[in-house]
């Protein structure tokens, strides 16, 4: 049996859409990988610093949601901000980065004025994210903590480097060596 044009085209189009999809599968796969790798430099970094605090709990680095508790918590139990105090900020803080889905999710049930406060929404998440880090960041020695929510602010994927590069550096309440 001879290939038509029509066999031989969809023969081109069906080897086109599987090689596609293969693609497409190792591109979620790999950027699975990636995400994972992040998520456990993340957490080493985060762990020795919560050891270096002699935090108890440090092991929470190394749980997903706990880990963003304990990055608060290593910042402080009480937030001042200017004459205001947060108490209980790394509650505060987990309400903040997933209690902000739920509420975004409830303002969108609201026709167009919803949409609009939800984006509304999105810089106020995005401004308390930057405070935190820069609050985070000024915890250690070199006054370097602008320079760093910077970076990370404009290029996100440097954080856990940077965590990383921070882990053994000396707090900036610490004593210098002798």
Known sequence: MLLTSS??????????????????????????????????????????IAQRMQYEYAWLAWIPFAQEWLYARVIGEDLKIGTVTIPQFPWVWIAIQYGSSIISAILSLIPFVGSILTLLLVPFLWAAAVYVMYR????????????????????????PFLLLYLKDKPFANEAPAA
């Open 7 to 48: 066999n031989g085209s969809d023969i081109a189009s069906g080897l086109f859409f599987g090689a596609f999809g293969i693609f497409i599968l190792f591109f979620i796969l790999f950027a699975f990988l990636i995400g994972i790798a992040f998520f456990l430099i993340r957490a080493y970094a985060l762990y020795r």
């Open 136 to 159: 985070f960041f000024k915890l250690f020695t070199g006054g370097n903590e602008v320079v760093y929510t910077v970076i990370c602010a404009i290029f996100p994927v440097v954080f």
